[in-house]
């Protein structure tokens, strides 16, 4: 029913930037929030950043004044701007409903971002 399209990702040089966008399709009100995941190599998923309805946001420390997560209003789209990229920035991304009790079933293919120089 929730299905997740994660794109944007590519290879960048440490200090460049990137656009991640995802787009969820199925019956979703657009009143949930909406977050931005990320595993590294042989690490664990972690939490990146969050976005409610109303625009209010949050960052894990190691991102936060580099990386920008947006959405479209009233939509279930959602954006994050990297910048200042760094080599441990290396993952996969995932966006993914952060509240939703069954959000292990609509994990996506995520988008490849790796910071190489």
């Known amino acids: 029913q929730v299905q997740l399209a994660e794109s944007g990702g590519g290879l960048v040089q440490p200090g460049g930037s990137l656009r991640l966008s995802c787009a969820a399709s199925?019956?979703?009100?657009?009143?949930?929030?909406m977050a931005w995941y990320r595993q590294g190599p042989e690490k664990e998923r972690e939490l990146v950043a969050r976005i409610t309805s109303a625009g209010t946001t949050y960052y894990i420390d190691s991102v936060k004044g580099r990386f920008t997560i947006s959405r479209e209003n009233g939509k279930n789209t959602v954006y994050l701007q990297m910048n200042s990229l760094k080599p441990e920035d290396t993952a996969v991304y995932y966006c993914?409903?952060?509240?939703?009790?069954?959000?292990?079933?609509?994990w996506g293919q995520g988008t490849q971002v790796t910071v190489s120089s």
């Open positions: 199925g019956r979703i009100s657009s009143a949930n929030t």
């Open positions: 993914n409903f952060p509240f939703f009790r069954d959000k292990d079933n609509y």
